[in-house]
């Protein structure tokens, strides 16, 4: 039985597992698979072209292994702090950013897991809507929750201030490099096949791969920021 209105954390049976902790272990594994994942296949001579997306790590091999192992982790732990975040931070007060928080959270979770099966080299449009869900999720998610805390700023809504520009930003960017070559490769010649459409829009990935790369790190960067707001809400609390 999981309790989830705990003092300082979840509890699983009596255990108390720490927000802090639980929220470092989640963005901590994104980060390192991420990383790892692309080094082993960009190192490994997998790799098509360099830049290439973070999801073209899920290639057959090690890298495959670090990408689905880390992201099904990572995808877990999300979805607990979806559903604990808003008890820890107090999100009460706004019952309607607190319900957003809850559902974009679990959201992002869910859709972390199910693109890591998921492969875009070969099942490219169904990754594509499962990482745009989860992209467009975590800001949400990291955007209500920064919303709810307006009325407590401190040093983790400053920050948050910060990457939630940088992240709006390249994600626009992203999409706007990729534009064109979507609408050729996708809609006009019906190209389905993750390598071959990736390979003819590599141009377009020049700039996109870069900006995908800055905002999945601005993301990483708002979850993160949340332990400062975890630890203010304990001394308001203390």
């Not at 802090?20 to 991420?34: H, I, K, V």
Request: aromatic letters at 10%.
């Amino acid at each position: 039985m999981i309790q989830w209105s705990g003092k300082n954390g979840l509890s699983i049976k009596g255990v108390e597992l720490d927000d802090r902790l639980l929220l470092r272990a989640a963005w901590m594994t994104m980060l390192f698979t991420c990383t790892v994942s692309m080094m082993i296949h960009a190192l490994s001579g997998n790799s098509r072209a360099i830049p290439f997306f973070i999801s073209e790590s899920d290639y057959p091999g090690l890298e495959r292994i670090v990408f689905r192992c880390g992201l099904n982790a990572a995808g877990l732990m999300l979805c607990c702090l979806a559903l604990r975040l808003p008890y820890a931070l107090d999100l009460s007060q706004n019952a309607r950013l607190s319900k957003m928080a809850r559902a974009s959270g679990l959201i992002t979770g869910i859709s972390t897991i199910l693109l890591s099966w998921f492969s875009m080299h070969t099942h490219l449009l169904i990754h594509c809507i499962l990482a745009s869900i989860t992209f467009v999720g975590a800001y949400v998610w990291s955007y209500t929750m920064h919303a709810s805390r307006s009325n407590n700023p401190g040093l983790g809504h400053a920050k948050r201030r910060i990457w939630l520009t940088l992240g709006g930003l390249s994600y626009v960017v992203m999409n706007i490099a990729l534009a064109k070559s979507v609408r050729q490769l996708v809609f006009e010649q019906g190209l389905t096949k993750g390598t071959e459409v990736m390979n003819l829009a590599q141009t377009s990935i020049n700039i996109a791969a870069p900006a995908e790369y800055l905002f999945f790190f601005s993301v990483i960067m708002m979850l993160a920021s949340f332990d400062h707001d975890l630890a203010e809400a304990r001394q308001e609390h203390a």
